[in-house]
């Protein structure tokens, strides 16, 4: 993590170089000079705001990708373009990206952004709706996206992911999820709760159920033969035999 960071700082220390930073003079500004100002000023109001830009990406780099905003010099750092992991940043030119601002520094010119941001937040909002339509007690279909040793993590079929911890999975004795499950494997689950956006799944009370209701069934078929088995002897009852 340490050399990502140094990697950045450094690309990013590059992809300024160019940039003169002092203030030669104090002689008055230019048509060009004054709309700088205006476009830091305004670039201010929107990241105070927590409002958003958008970028168009006009070179890649190895740490991120470089545009302008306003007129501003912008880079974004490939950890911070998008919520999916981006491999290459050429494919990224010519494409446009709504962003957060995360560092501005008028003194350096330097401006930095968060497309990354952005997509989280609307990923969040999304997600929110989604559980918002869940209720504990719910029987629901989804297949295992991933297994840990205290769990697997299902992703139900509206593209959410609930955990199914160990002890839930089976009413057998299992010391790990590798034991029942394989990723990829299509699987029932109930919800037995929803918290903090977090949803808990449990294949165990299924099979509860399922044995309860067989235990029943069972049952029935008992009483019901018991009742022919005296209607029988009743009947026999009046016979006299030889």
Known sequence: MEETMKDFEKELEESYKEIDTEDKDSSPLNEEEEAEQDS???LKEIKASGGTVKMIVREAVDAGVIGRVEGIRAFIPISKISASHVENTDEWVGKSIEAEII??????KKLVLSGRAVEDKKLAAEKSEKIKELHVGDIVNGTVDSIKNYGAFIRMENGID???HVSQISQKRIRTPYEVLREGQ???AKII???EGKISLSMKVLEEAEEDEADDINLDV???DT???TSLGDLLKGIKLG
């Not at 560092?103 to 350096?108: G, P, R, S, V, W």
């Open 40 to 42: 830091w000023a305004y």
């Open 103 to 108: 560092t501005l520094d008028k003194a350096t």
């Open 162 to 164: 609930g955990l199914l």
């Open 186 to 188: 299509s699987v029932k």
């Open 193 to 195: 709760k929803i918290e």
């Open 222 to 224: 008992y009483h019901d």
């Open 227 to 229: 009742s022919i088995g």
